[in-house]
């Protein structure tokens, strides 16, 4: 992570002459307000889940929203909504994306995806209503499905555009009695079509998503513009510890295998694998269950689940060495067994340096202050990645907080973060 450029300036001190042209921030304020809406119930915030009825409302109210700029939008077989310059968009260039993705968790914020969404729309209006001439087309697509909170498909969007999805396995899936196929026929997509859904190798010039940061980092280092250097990387770890279950009142303490007490210490080694050694960014145990789980017995069998999530590919199988070792060396000191199951989920990916020096150009023309960080979350950009360079921008959440119905972003960084991405979009395409 590196020091804010030194010479910028705070976003006070903007609009700069000669830097047009800019959002509408207004009007994108405006968008997003109708758009959370959507889904919305009173004090529990926003429940849009994807392949859902609600999500399909967000898409239609996302295309009227469109249509009234003199764009054009089509939902394709994967359940994305495609937006394009009307008669001025110039098919025959590759496009430059931009987007996120349209879907909530339960019960979840305002911003998370709608936010880049809809400024990835009002770039593309500015563009259009300026008859910008560029060298990639742009194109806003708003993906289906990418948190996976109702159809545990999550990225299903953008798998689809990357010619990713599993068809077998979307087949297969079902959510509170709905098939897969039928709830994604019903937002417009076709699981047999949706092939047509993937964008052909050299299509796709590059890919923009604007965000919220969805953790504390630029706010506590008051920073308003985020350049993602990589996006993270997670490593689910299914450890089991095998001790002797026995009567909690006659064993006494020196004969004893108490699962339990070695699990404690496992939850403590996977924590210093981030906190005192640096070896990952973070490392958590999230889950644990102890068998019999009764007052009056020494638990015999825990089972853990932990993850670790780094940046850096590399990172990521040391940590997994160093705890499968230390984790080894614990079970033969404390007579138990110890297992370890190491299941990789998502590799890190790096945004592309191209891009990340467009983001890192136009917050500085624009004074904003800016800073590379990695992502924690997960994002519908390292999906992308897989067919095109991907660069993201990040704008700072509140107390950190998102999935939750607090989730916030002042109005001045929601208007900033557009901005940049219609200046980084000029200068990556300029003819
Ligand atoms: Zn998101």
């Not at 909170?149 to 509170?176: H, I, K, W």
């Not at 199988?317 to 067994?337: F, H, K, P, Y």
């Not at 999935?403 to 990556?428: F, Q, S």
Request: charged share 25%.
């Amino acid at each position: 992570m590196s020091i804010p450029t030194e010479g910028s300036v705070r976003p006070s001190a903007w609009p700069r002459p000669g830097l047009e042209p800019r959002v509408d921030g207004a009007r994108m304020l405006r968008r997003l307000a109708e758009m959370s809406r959507v889904g919305a119930r009173p004090g529990r915030g926003i429940t849009r889940l994807g392949l859902t009825a609600e999500e399909t409302a967000a898409r239609a109210l996302l295309a009227e929203q469109c249509r009234g700029d003199g764009l054009v939008s089509a939902t394709d077989k994967a359940g994305n909504l495609v937006i394009r310059r009307g008669r001025r968009a110039r098919r025959d260039r590759p496009a430059l994306l931009m987007g996120s993705h349209i879907d909530t968790v339960a019960d979840g914020g305002r911003l998370d995806g709608a936010y880049g969404v809809t400024a990835a729309c009002e770039v593309l209006s500015m563009l259009n209503q300026h008859n910008v001439d560029l060298a990639y087309e742009p194109v806003a697509v708003a993906f289906t499905n990418e948190e996976g909170a109702l159809f545990p498909y999550p990225f299903f969007g953008s798998l689809g555009l990357a010619g990713q999805v599993d068809t077998e396995q979307a087949r297969r899936m079902s959510a509170e009695g709905v098939a897969l196929p039928d709830a994604l026929r019903a937002a417009g997509g076709d699981l047999d079509r949706i092939d047509e859904a993937a964008w052909p190798a050299g299509s796709v010039a590059g890919y923009l998503e604007l965000h919220i940061e969805q953790g504390p980092v630029l706010e506590a280092a008051d920073v308003p513009i985020g350049v993602v250097h990589s996006i993270t990387g997670r490593t689910v770890l299914d450890i089991t510890v095998s001790g002797g279950q026995n009567h909690a009142g006659t064993t006494p303490m020196r004969m004893r295998h108490d699962a339990l007490t070695v699990a404690a210490r496992v939850v403590l080694a996977v924590e210093r694998l981030a906190r005192v050694r640096d070896l990952c960014r973070v490392a958590t145990v999230g889950r644990i269950v102890a068998e019999p789980n009764v007052t009056n017995v020494i638990p015999g069998t825990v089972r853990l689940t932990a993850e670790i999530r780094d940046g850096r590919a590399a990172r990521l199988r040391a940590a997994e060495q160093v705890i499968s070792t230390e984790l080894a060396q614990l079970a033969t000191a404390t007579d138990t067994g110890i297992t370890v199951k190491i299941n990789p989920v998502t590799e890190p990916v790096d945004t592309d340096g191209t891009l990340r020096r467009a983001v890192t150009d136009a917050a500085y023309e624009l004074g904003l202050r800016h800073m590379e960080m990695d992502s924690g979350a997960g994002h519908d950009a390292q999906i992308v990645a897989a067919i095109a360079p991907v660069g993201m921008i990040f704008v700072p959440s509140r107390d950190g907080v998102s999935h939750a119905p607090c989730e916030h972003t002042e109005d001045v960084h929601l208007v900033a973060g557009a901005n940049t991405l219609l200046r980084t979009v000029l200068k990556v395409a300029q003819p």
